[in-house]
């Protein structure tokens, strides 16, 4: 891991300390066990498009209108994250990422750590690319939450609570 | 304004402070603290807000070709544009969408943009079931109430009424009370609702012409369901909402969330470039995986004209194009903490810049019924991240609205009494009154002390309320006979030109000449003791008066005397002193709109506020012990001035205290209520002060309470002295070698 990738994954974790948002890494080995620990059943997930990691088994890959309005916790891909506010970004996907991640009342986003950018700037213009090329996104920073009823209550109409997962390429642990 | 309709208002504004007052200043004020705090973690706020401005301004500069780009890119993406004229042409599109649909529900995401257009009403009288799922916006469209807010719709609105609401409108097993019942318990029904509907509708913040991108800003996440749940989408956007480029939105993601609810960034920046790839979410077909789906999907973008293009054209309400509709002008703004958007708002939009947005799209006659309400204090110029001159704008429809309106009744009286250079419309008598407040101080002070025993007789009094709206509870200032230039004429200076370290010109104005002759001897006494060599010109007001009543033909007339009185004096390198922030803010910031652009750059580079120049005066190796310092000076609660804080120029009071010793306890209050003639008009006096008890708290707390009152502005000090009955002055009297103040 170089200087900088440390400095931004140090403050990458900083701001989700300040979101109360946990983050936990692993490795793809250890990808199905650290999601044990973290995910509730039934969880439901879409394809995560990282080298020599897959959903388990006990994941719902293929998700129906109704097993995800049954399902506790969802496991989808992120595609960037945004050290200066602990932001993910949510990829849509034809097999439904984007209602998988907003409907259960647990979202683990997972995210590679070489995906990790230092700032807003730098995310958009990543993005740029995609989205002229006809594809959408959700920066998500925490969990939905609304102040509306005269107090902050996390879970308005999307999760409750948010788990960022980060995978750090093979042979790279400390 | 007539009497009766003065005292309507009055009423009508001490409704809202009994009944909306507590929970839109508890909402207003967090969300103003969060900003300052926010705002504070960015590395470079005033360059992402100049970035911001740039993008805005070449975007409408360049909006016709954009909206072409931005058709193209939709509709090879699959979805239709449709740029509709007014409210009635984009109602009638949205209709017939719904009806091509079939649709019996629509759910919406929370759309200011929307509300302008009145579309819930147009569609229901289709007999589709709209329904509201921002949770704000459910609230009221439950109780059937308008937004006060432009971001937080609801924010009048205390938990306890809202409890009340639902109980009583959907009598659930178990009474609803607190915050986070009442959450889920809206969240499972709008999640039925939203399960079951035909069409969903939303805003957008921002719209890239080069991908065809909507962003929305949302925390709730009912955009994201709206949007992608049913199979149809219908957007709906002012057409000055389009950007050229996805690039193009860093600085706004960056500064939206900051500005308007003082949060770094909020849950969800959606990011749809539609017709989006995510599947239907399709209760009809609950076991097909979202993966085996086909679906095709219908988006509709309808870009709202309604009046934009004009204010394109219009040199003065063009710029209101660039607002983002953070809020954050309504949440720094005194008089909106107080009252909120039910008072301080039009037809739709809320706050300060809605005085530009509804007179673009509604009207004049929207903007007339709450302009007053923007007293020019300037504090959210530096919180708007497009850096829109939101007070001018007031300032501009307000002179539009002087010239257009019905004749006065009395105007025809005073003319003779208060001449100004109005040719046309109707100002009514009140604004004349303060417009010329000059004219009438010269008359004030020449037959002082009969003009101030007659001013506070009953009859005196009764009848400037009647006839001038001028409220009877606040004590009018007093005059002095001998004015500050005469005063000085007599005396002469104590340190001549050839002693002196530098020269300056004291500005008389008209407060000081007039009333308040102290603080002005004062300033000479501690100018002279910086070894300045002070002179006293008659120069003439600044025009902040008439300026202020959106008298912008006087305002500039002034503007142009002062300039020549004071052009010779700059080219002989004195430098100008100001006492009065209000009018230092003219010379500074107001002039750049009045004077060619030579003369205002060197009336504002040449001219300092006085406390400033005593700062400049000591860092250059002047003697601060030949003022009055802390040690035997005494401890203060400091009040500085709105339009001196948006200057930046306060720091140099809080360090010239600083350097001389004294102990300092400073407000953080945005304004004091009073702003000039606000405060004595009859139907804002309860408005006047329910502002300033926000600021008389603090100065009546156990820490501050035992202090002297100090202010920098005139109008703060009298607004201090009616709060308080505690004597104020201003920071120089207590400079002043001579000064005993305790
Ligand atoms: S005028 Fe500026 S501060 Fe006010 S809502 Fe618009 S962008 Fe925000």
């Known amino acids: ?174 | 304004m007539s009497g009766n309709a003065r005292e309507q208002k009055a009423d009508h504004i001490r409704h809202l402070l009994e009944t909306e007052g507590d929970a839109v200043e508890a909402n207003t004020l967090g969300f103003n603290d969060g900003r300052y705090e926010s705002v504070a973690d960015l590395e470079d706020y005033e360059g992402l807000k100049s970035e911001a401005r740039a993008i805005k301004e070449d975007a409408i500069e360049r909006l016709p070709a954009l909206i072409d780009e931005l058709t193209e890119t939709v509709e090879a993406n699959g979805g239709t544009v449709y740029i509709a004229d007014d409210a009635a042409d984009a109602n009638r599109y949205i209709r017939e969408v719904a009806s091509e649909k079939e649709a019996e529900r629509l759910v919406k995401s929370k759309s200011m943009t929307s509300e302008e257009l009145e579309v819930n009403e147009a569609l229901e009288a289709d007999g589709v079931d709209v329904v509201e799922t921002d949770l704000g916006e459910w609230v009221l469209q439950v109780a059937d109430e308008a937004p006060s807010h432009i971001v937080a719709p609801a924010i009048h609105k205390s938990r306890e009424e809202i409890a009340r609401l639902f109980n009583e409108q959907f009598d659930p097993d178990e009474p609803l009370e607190t915050a986070e019942e009442l959450t889920m318990f809206a969240r499972d029904r709008l999640g039925e609702l939203i399960r079951e509907a035909d069409v969903g509708m939303t805003g957008a913040n921002f719209i890239t012409a080069d991908s065809g991108s909507l962003m929305l800003v949302t925390s709730e996440g009912n955009a994201r369901k709206s949007a992608v749940v049913p199979d149809t989408h219908v957007a709906v956007a002012g057409v000055e909402k389009i950007v050229p480029s996805v690039e193009d939105l860093a600085p706004f993601i960056e500064l939206i969330g900051r500005s308007g609810t003082g949060q770094d960034i909020t849950s969800y920046i959606s990011l749809l470039t539609p017709p989006v790839d995510s599947p239907v979410v399709d209760i009809d077909d609950p076991d097909v995986a979202f993966a085996d789906r086909d679906d095709d999907r219908d988006f509709h973008l309808v870009l709202i004209d309604n009046g934009r293009m004009a204010m394109r054209e219009d040199d003065q309400l063009k710029e209101t194009l660039y607002c983002i509709r953070c809020s954050a002008c309504a949440n720094t703004c005194g008089n909106f903490q107080s009252v909120g958007g039910h008072a301080f708002g039009g037809e739709t939009y809320t706050g300060g810049i809605a005085t530009g947005w509804e007179a673009g799209v509604h009207g004049q006659d929207s903007a007339a019924e709450f302009n007053d309400l923007c007293t020019g204090c300037s504090r959210c110029v530096e919180a708007c991240p497009v850096e829109i001159d939101i007070p001018w704008i007031n300032t501009v429809v307000r002179d539009r609205i002087n010239r257009d309106g019905d004749a006065g009744r009395f105007e025809f009286v005073y003319d003779e009494l208060v001449p100004d250079e109005e040719a046309t419309g109707s100002i009514g008598l009140q604004k004349r009154l303060f417009g010329n407040y000059e004219t009438l101080a010269k008359l004030g002070s020449a037959t002082a002390p009969l003009s101030n025993w007659t001013a506070g007789l009953e009859p005196v009094r009764s009848l400037l309320e009647r006839t001038a709206g001028i409220d009877r509870r606040r004590a009018l200032p007093a005059f002095e006979r001998e004015t500050l230039v005469d005063w000085f004429e007599a005396r002469g200076p104590r340190v001549s030109a050839a002693d002196a370290e530098r020269e300056a010109v004291l500005y008389p104005d008209t407060y000081t000449n007039y009333i308040d002759v102290d603080r002005g001897k004062a300033a000479v006494r501690v100018l002279e003791a910086m070894d300045v060599h002070v002179r006293i010109p008659a120069v003439s007001e600044s025009g902040r008066a008439p300026l202020s009543q959106g008298m912008i033909a006087t305002a500039d007339a002034k503007a142009s005397r002062v300039y020549a009185a004071l052009a010779e004096h700059l080219d002989a390198g004195r430098d100008i002193v100001v006492i009065e922030p209000s009018d230092l803010a003219m010379f500074h910031r107001e002039y750049e709109k009045l004077l060619p652009e030579a003369s205002f750059e060197r009336l504002r580079a040449g001219s300092y506020e006085v406390i400033e120049y005593v700062y400049g005066c000591l860092e250059n190796g002047a003697n601060g012990a030949r003022l009055r310092t802390g040690d035997g000076g005494p401890a203060i609660a400091y009040h500085s001035h709105c339009q001196q804080r948006t200057m930046g120029v306060d720091r140099y009071t809080r360090a010239v205290f600083e350097a001389l010793n004294y102990d300092v306890l400073e407000s953080d209050v945005e304004c004091c209520g009073m702003a000039g003639s606000f405060g004595y008009k009859q139907e804002y006096y309860e408005l006047s002060m329910d502002v300033g008890d926000r600021l008389a708290e603090q100065f009546s707390a156990p820490e501050a309470k035992n202090r002297l009152v100090v202010a920098s502005g005139t109008s703060c000090e009298d607004q201090l002295e009616d709060l308080l009955e505690r004597d104020a002055s201003h920071p120089v009297e207590v400079l002043d070698p001579r000064s005993r103040l305790r």
């Open chain 1, 1 to 174: 891991m170089s200087a900088e990738t440390g400095a931004i994954r140090r403050r990458f974790e900083a701001s989700l300390a300040d979101l109360d948002v946990p983050v936990t890494s692993t490795t793809p080995a250890a990808f199905e066990s650290t999601l044990e620990t973290i995910a509730s059943d039934p969880t439901v997930g879409t394809t995560l498009p990282f080298e020599g990691v897959s959903l388990p088994e006990w994941v719902d890959d293929e998700p129906t209108p109704a097993t995800l309005e049954r399902a506790t916790t969802s496991v989808t891909a992120a595609s960037l994250g945004i050290a200066d506010y602990g932001s993910v970004v949510l990829p849509s996907t034809p097999d439904g990422s984007e209602q998988v991640s907003l409907f259960p009342d647990l979202h683990v986003p997972v995210l590679r750590e070489a995906d990790l950018v230092a700032d807003m700037p730098t995310a958009i213009e990543r993005l740029g690319p995609h989205l002229r090329d006809g594809e959408s996104a959700i920066v998500a920073t925490g969990p939905s939450a609304t102040a509306d009823m005269g107090a902050l209550v996390k879970g308005a109409h999307g999760p409750k609570d948010v788990h960022v997962l980060v995978l750090e390429s093979e042979g790279d642990d400390e």
